[in-house]
């Protein structure tokens, strides 16, 4: 199974995005990627956004947790989606490093219509939307006290 992380940044009602474009039509990503072998999660997100916008992310807590089947081209992926906590730095595509055209600001009222990968813009509507927003608290290493 692949793993891909990623995080959520909202500012002013909007959360930045990657833009691609697929088959003529604009399609968004959470700015993420694939977790190599034995990179801690956290520090994956940082280097995609270092690598991909050009800036310092501060991670949170997990807010979502997806899985993809495989398909033809695809296989079966994991997903994982933080909150960014603040972003250092102003987000702009390194084209060097994506295929990315653009950084996008989409509006949260949007999210349930737009095209989205991974495709979890309702539940970020409703994650944004709740007056309770609820997370799952990620341990970075929960074995610190070593293995019985």
């Known amino acids: 199974m692949r793993v891909r992380v990623s995080a959520v940044y909202e500012q002013a009602k909007e959360i930045l995005c990657m833009q691609y474009v697929y088959g003529g039509k604009d399609v968004f990503a959470l700015p993420g990627g694939g977790v190599d072998k034995d990179v801690p999660f956290g520090e994956a997100i940082k280097s995609e956004w270092k690598e991909e916008l050009g800036v310092k992310v501060e991670v949170g807590d997990i807010i979502l947790l997806g899985e993809a089947p495989a398909g033809k081209r695809h296989p079966q992926t994991l997903h994982v989606v933080f909150l960014a906590t603040a972003v250092h730095g102003i987000p702009k595509v390194r084209i060097d ?28 509507y409703d994650y944004f939307h709740a007056d309770n927003r609820r997370s799952i608290e990620f341990i970075e290493n929960c074995m610190e006290r070593g293995y019985w």
């Open 97 to 124: 490093n994506t295929h990315s055209i653009d950084i996008a600001w989409l509006p949260i009222e949007d999210l349930k219509n737009t095209p989205l990968y991974p495709d979890v813009g309702r539940s970020l």
